[in-house]
C-alpha cells in the first residue's frame, strides 16, 4: 500500500534553533518526493522536489535530503525564525500517473520567541 | 500576475443543499486537481482533470461532481449526498504533473450548519 509517514507530529523549537524533519515512504514506483509549506488557513507552498537520482536540495534556509535506498526524507531547517511557523508536507508521486500522489499527513512547527 | 484563485475563502452549507467552490487559474495548466483536508490527515484526491471536458474520480468521490468546461475553470460541487462535507477544500494546477510543481489555491474552508 501507498503510504507516506512524518515524524514528529508537531515540534516547538526556539526562535534561531535548528530542526529536521523526517519522512518516510512506501510508493512505488518512485517518481519524486516534494516538501510543502502550508501557513495555517492556506494552501500549501512548494519548498523543494527531489527525484530518485538527487540525495540533496536546499531552498535558503531549508535543506531537503532524499535517500532511495532506504525510502527516507528530511528537511533540515537551519536559524529557524518566526515564520517558519506551519504545516510541513511530505507528498511523494509514483512514476507517470496523475492520481498516484500520495501526500503526508505534516508536522506542525511551531517557532517560538 | 499568474496563479490559482479559489473563492469563497469561507462557506456554510445548511445540511441537505449542495454548494460550488470555485477554481480558476491562468496559468496555461492542463491538470487541475481538487483534494479535502481534515486535520491531522494527509490530503485526499476528490477529482482530477488532465484535460478539458474530460475528469477522474480520485480516491474520496463519492458526493462530489465537478466539471472542466474550460481550461481555466474547475469547480467544484459539494451534494447533498456527501454526509461528512465539513473541511478545507484546496484546489492545485499543474503541467502534466511528472516532475514539475503543483500550484495550489489559498483553499476554501466548508462548514456546514
Known amino acids: 500500500k501507498n503510504q507516506v509517514e512524518q515524524s514528529p507530529q508537531s515540534l516547538i523549537i526556539l526562535e534561531g534553533k535548528n530542526c529536521t524533519l523526517q519522512?518516510?515512504?512506501?510508493?512505488?514506483?518512485?517518481?519524486?518526493l516534494r516538501w510543502y509549506k502550508q501557513d495555517t488557513g492556506r494552501g500549501p507552498v512548494s519548498l523543494t522536489i527531489?527525484?530518485?537520482?538527487?540525495n540533496t536540495k536546499s531552498n535558503g534556509r531549508y535543506t531537503a535530503t532524499l535517500d532511495a535506498d532506504t525510502k527516507q526524507s528530511s528537511l533540515h531547517i537551519t536559524a529557524s525564525q518566526l515564520s517558519d511557523s506551519a504545516s510541513y508536507i511530505c507528498?511523494?508521486?509514483?512514476?507517470?500517473?496523475?492520481?498516484?500522489?500520495?501526500f503526508g499527513p505534516g508536522t506542525s512547527l511551531s517557532v517560538i520567541p | 500576475d499568474g496563479g490559482i484563485t479559489q473563492s469563497p475563502k469561507y462557506l456554510f452549507r445548511k445540511e441537505g443543499q449542495n454548494v460550488t467552490l470555485s477554481c480558476e487559474q491562468n496559468?496555461?495548466?492542463?491538470?487541475m486537481y481538487w483534494y479535502r483536508q481534515d486535520p491531522g490527515q494527509g490530503l485526499r484526491l476528490i477529482y482530477y482533470s488532465q484535460i478539458v471536458n474530460d475528469f477522474q474520480k480520485g480516491d474520496i468521490a463519492e458526493g462530489y461532481s465537478v466539471s472542466r468546461e474550460k481550461k481555466e475553470s474547475f469547480p467544484l460541487t459539494v451534494t447533498s449526498a456527501q454526509k461528512n462535507p465539513t473541511a478545507f477544500y484546496l484546489c492545485?494546477?499543474?503541467?502534466?504533473?511528472?516532475?514539475?510543481?503543483?500550484?495550489f489555491g489559498q483553499g476554501t474552508r466548508l462548514t456546514v450548519v
Open positions: 507528498v511523494v508521486s509514483a512514476q507517470t500517473s496523475y492520481d498516484k500522489v500520495i
Open positions: 527531489m527525484t530518485f537520482s538527487e
Open positions: 519522512c518516510n515512504y512506501t510508493v512505488s514506483p518512485f517518481s519524486n
Open positions: 496559468l496555461n495548466h492542463d491538470a
Open positions: 492545485a494546477s499543474s503541467p502534466p504533473w511528472g516532475n514539475t510543481e503543483a500550484f
